[in-house]
């Protein structure tokens, strides 16, 4: 069992950054896929990046590409999400995720990953962008 918590969130103004970080309760494996989502209000949960933690191969949905990053700290156990140049499109709750193993969310290029890939999920942060 993986123990999932989000940290980072806030309200900012539209242009502005925010850094979240997901810190995981245990070692995980390199083999991992960890990834960013969201939902915001009314909307469904979708896929904002993911990482193969073996390698650092990274997929991103369009609406972020350019604009946000996703990292990780081996030694820290932690996941980031650098978000620049945020727009009030961006406001949503955001939640991290890992799962073991070979999944199409970290291994098909341009692939944008998708919560059924998923097994562990934290509870979530809240970002707001203010226009």
């Known amino acids: 069992q993986v123990h999932l918590v989000e940290s980072g969130g806030g309200s900012v103004q539209a242009g502005g950054s925010l850094r979240l970080s997901c810190a995981a309760s245990t070692y995980i494996i390199s083999t991992a896929c960890m990834g960013w989502f969201r939902q915001g209000p009314g909307k469904e949960r979708e896929g904002v990046a993911s990482i193969y933690l073996l390698g650092g191969s990274t997929n991103y949905a369009d609406s972020v590409k350019g604009r946000f990053t996703i990292s990780q700290d081996k030694r820290k156990n932690t996941l980031y999400l650098e978000m620049n140049s945020l727009k009030p499109e961006d406001t949503a709750m955001y939640y991290c995720?890992?799962?073991?193993?070979?999944?199409?969310?970290?291994?098909?290029?341009?692939?944008?990953?998708?919560?059924?890939?998923?097994?562990?999920w934290g509870q979530g942060t809240q970002v707001t962008v203010s226009s």
């Open positions: 995720a890992v799962t073991p193993g070979w999944v199409r969310s970290c291994t098909v290029v341009g692939y944008v990953p998708s919560e059924a890939d998923f097994s562990y």
